[in-house]
């Protein structure tokens, strides 16, 4: 057996017909963003002579309202209400304006398939923001015409399954068995509520789960506002691992080992390694270390039966709910990515976001020794005896 392990620098774009629909996010609540959200947006649809889309909300804002460069190509605009409209295969490029959490947007959008991201830095920190506005037509045609690299960023999926949707599907199974030993036909298929799924064959299908999402940070579990510790069971693969006591758990993707993981103690890993991190959060023991497992593993988190109280779990610090006794949630990696584009390539950028927006290993240099230095240059071990006498007469003296 030999193993192949992909050079992240040969992930190029491609695009395999020309772009001709763009999806243009911004920071929301920002007045920074609005001159450069016109400026893009006007000149993706008179240069370029794409069709540009936008959330419906934006154009609610007042300041754009009083545009009136805005005004002139508010009409050739598409616009999508989220939550409502499906966007999948609808877009082909992506343009993200703000900070991080316009890129953790672009994600949640799309939960399967996700356009190539570019994303410009005007928000607070940047991580994943790499590319400057400054020049944004230079660089928006490079990207156009494929000369860029991706970066691509893994993603869970989170599946909840809950206690009480487990027993009525198992409690509709046993009707609908005694239904078919009975043999009457007077019983109705959907007796059990109608809620089930049937297949051609009149078989009951499994129900679907009350959350299924995919992340591109973490999936944070927690004690909520309960004062009491946080019991939490883990399991991979089906195989119980430990117990989390303590303020909660963060799963994270490689993208999200900079966000909340690091700041709970978490090793920093770069988004093109297939990986899946465990970090506790406050954990009530001096040797619960954070952990790496593969990224093909399943991880199943449930609260544990002597638990004192229940937890609560967010998706990318959203869609916030709360885990109860016997509920589970099941944590594996997604095989929708999300391509990021790169400014430079997957090693300078991140490296460069670490040094910019963490300040990674920043330290003033330490100042050499004027007197080793001078040993150094001498030689001589004529030296050190004239240091020792030296040292010898002042202890006689």
Known sequence: MVMQIQDPASQRLTWYKPPLTVLVIKKVRDSTVMAPFVQLV??????????????????????LQEDKRFQNI????????????????????????????????ASLLFQQSVPPVMAFHLGSLGFLTPFQFDNFQEQVTNVLEGHA??????RLRCVIYRKSERRKDSDCQQNQM?????????????????????????????????TNILVLNEV????????????????????????????GLIVSTPTGSTA???????????????????????????????????????????????????????????????LFHGDSLRVTTSIYPVPSICAQDQISDWFDSLAECLHWNVRKKQ??????SDLTASGSEDT??????????????
Not at 149 to 154: E, I, W
Not at 222 to 233: E, F
Request: proline share 5%; net charge negative; with cysteine.
């Open 42 to 63: 006007e000149w993706l649809v008179q240069e370029k002579h794409m069709v540009v889309w936008v959330e419906s909300a934006v154009l609610d804002d007042l300041s």
């Open 74 to 105: 508010k009409e050739k605009l598409v616009t999508f209400k989220d939550g409502r409209d499906d966007l999948t295969d609808r877009i082909d490029f992506i343009v993200c304006l703000g900070g991080d959490g316009t890129l953790l947007y």
């Open 149 to 154: 690299a991706l970066t691509l960023r893994s």
């Open 178 to 210: 005694n239904c078919s030993i009975s043999g009457d036909s007077g019983v109705s298929m959907d007796s059990c509520g109608g809620s089930g799924t049937h297949n051609a064959s009149g078989k009951s299908g499994s129900r679907a789960p009350s």
């Open 220 to 247: 944070v579990i927690d004690r909520g506002p309960s004062p009491y510790l946080s019991n939490i069971d883990l399991f991979l693969d089906g195989k119980y691992i430990t117990s989390v006591q303590g303020d």
């Open 260 to 322: 909340y993981a690091v700041a709970a103690g978490a090793s920093m890993i770069h988004p093109s390694v297939p990986a899946i991190m465990v970090t506790p959060i406050c954990p009530h023991s001096l040797s619960f270390r954070p952990i790496v497992v593969p990224a093909g593993v399943e991880l199943k988190i449930s609260v544990s039966p002597d638990s004192r109280n229940t937890s609560w779990v967010s998706f990318d610090g959203r869609n916030r709910q709360e």
């Open 367 to 372: 100042k050499c020794l004027d007197e080793l």
């Open 384 to 397: 050190l005896d004239e240091l020792e006498r030296g040292s010898d007469s002042l202890l006689d003296s």
